[in-house]
């Protein structure tokens, strides 16, 4: 009897330590194999074309990512691919607007791999269409239990240095809105904004926008009140 392919699987994140997370848990089943990963949209439309992978696995939070176009897309290129989103702990809100974009599950990063890979092959069978509530850590290879927990509070810590209009700008940054976008929102400048921004990295002590949103992801979002 001919022995079964493992099924293909594309990765789509903008943080490398995510997608090394995947990759690593992955290995372990021989059921899949990861086929390609990319930080770039159109990177992965082409590969999806060339390849046809069976899975494909999304940061939905990715910046500037409109999801529902992206997966309306990836189903154009094929039809029978299954897009799933995987990310940390999100509100209710935000989970439901993440399945309203039409991913077909949403595995969050859990604290066990054996879970992550349950989790995994459960949505890939259909036996869910979502994963369990979100649980306070990242991907055991590369973060304890412990470490997680002090990254998420030390997060919210550094959150909290921000003055109310710091905070203000971060929530319309984290709408995905430009700089000019938020000048007009807020009603001042983009100098004021770029000002605040500068101020809130220095405050949130990151020097890179990947870092910036992993801080805010970690602390919990902020919200407007």
Known sequence: MKKAKPARVALLDEEEIVMMGWRAIIKENRELCVSGSFTNVDELLAHVQKFKPRVVIVNPLMRHLDLSKLVKQLLALHSGLFILASCPPLSANENE???KAGVHGIV???DSTKEMMRMLMKVLNGECDVSEEAKPSLFPDFYSKKETVNRMRRAKELLDRCTPKQKEVIFYFMQKLTRKEIAAEM??????VNNHFSIIYDKLEVHREADFIRVVNEAGGVSLK
């Open 187 to 192: 009603k001042v400048s983009v100098f004021t």
């Open 108 to 110: 969050c990063r859990s």
């Open 97 to 99: 607007r993440i399945r």
